[in-house]
């Protein structure tokens, strides 16, 4: 399948995508896609996240003991001790691991933390629709892995009790950090 992008196209299958130079060569390339960074910047609002969030941390609060310093490795769990998402994105460890290591990744950075964020939604298939701005295609499948997401349109997020913030103001958040619909 082809991703148009730009004034090339990213082959879901080309070589340079079955290594990891090439699987990050490709991810930052998509990363600098406005479509992509608007819905990026629509989950972490939704998720509520900070690149230096830990699970329980919480904006504007001050002296946050879920918040970290170290960006050279996942944080590990926050608060309860036991769920471990983290991040902008609330990317849980286990998850981190599998998508930087696509990329030779080590590190927790922001930078990092963005790249996996756009692995995940190439993982499970959301990048076509986000790129064409297909907002309900790309959130029934991105609800998946962020519970904060709705599945579509008039639709809550797929694990209640999790709360999930409404469609119309995730697409909101997305417009307004430069997100086109098709």
Sequence with gaps: MNNW???????ATTPSSTTRAGRLQENRALLAHPNIQAFLQAIATAEGGGYDFRYGALRGRRNDPWRFTNFSTHPGPGRGGRVTAAGMYQETRPTWREMSA?????????ATQDLVAVEILRTIGAID???????????????????????????PGR???????AFDRFEAHYRTAGGTLA
């Design 102 to 110: 696509k990329m030779g990744l080590c590190d927790f950075s922001p």
């Design 129 to 155: 629709a986000i790129v064409r701005g297909d907002m309900a295609a790309a959130l029934d499948k991105a609800s998946h892995r962020w519970s904060s997401l709705p599945r579509g349109k008039d639709q």
């Design 159 to 165: 694990y209640p009790p999790q709360p999930s913030i």
């Design 5 to 11: 992008f730009g004034s090339f196209t990213i082959m």
